[in-house]
Nanobody
Framework: QVQLVESGGGLVQAGGSLRLSCVAS????????MGWYRQAPGKQRELVAS???????NYADSVKGRFTISRDNAKNTVDLQMNSLKPEDTAVYYC???????????????WGQGTQVTVSS
């Protein structure tokens, strides 16, 4: 009923930039928070950044000042602008959304399929 589709991953050299995008579609009633997580090999999935419908944001300390999250509530999209990338940013990045459906008006978390970001040194 809900799909989150990410795009924009790839290979970049250290110091470079990438922009990730995610669009949510389906029988959506309202989206509360949207965000990005990442998971590197052998590590747990961790929060990168999140943004609420009112625009308040939260960032992991490791990305503050380098990454910027933004969303378009009308289009159900969330973007992550990543600048000054480091090799340690290499991971699969997952989009997520806390939303309710028109047919199920309680909030549930949905995930995208993930997009690979690789930063070479």
């Amino acid at each position: 009923q809900v799909q989150l589709v990410e795009s924009g991953g790839g290979l970049v050299q250290a110091g470079g930039s990438l922009r990730l995008s995610c669009v949510a579609s389906g029988n959506i009633f309202i989206i509360n928070a949207m965000g990005w997580y990442r998971q590197a090999p052998g590590k747990q999935r961790e929060l990168v950044a999140s943004i609420r419908s009112g625009g308040s944001t939260n960032y992991a300390d490791s990305v503050k000042g380098r990454f910027t999250i933004s969303r378009d509530n009308a289009k159900n999209t969330v973007d992550l602008q990543m600048n000054s990338l480091k090799p340690e940013d290499t991971a699969v990045y997952y989009c997520n959304a806390d939303l309710s459906l028109r047919t199920a008006p309680w909030t549930s978390r949905y995930w995208g399929q993930g997009t690979q970001v690789t930063v070479s040194s």
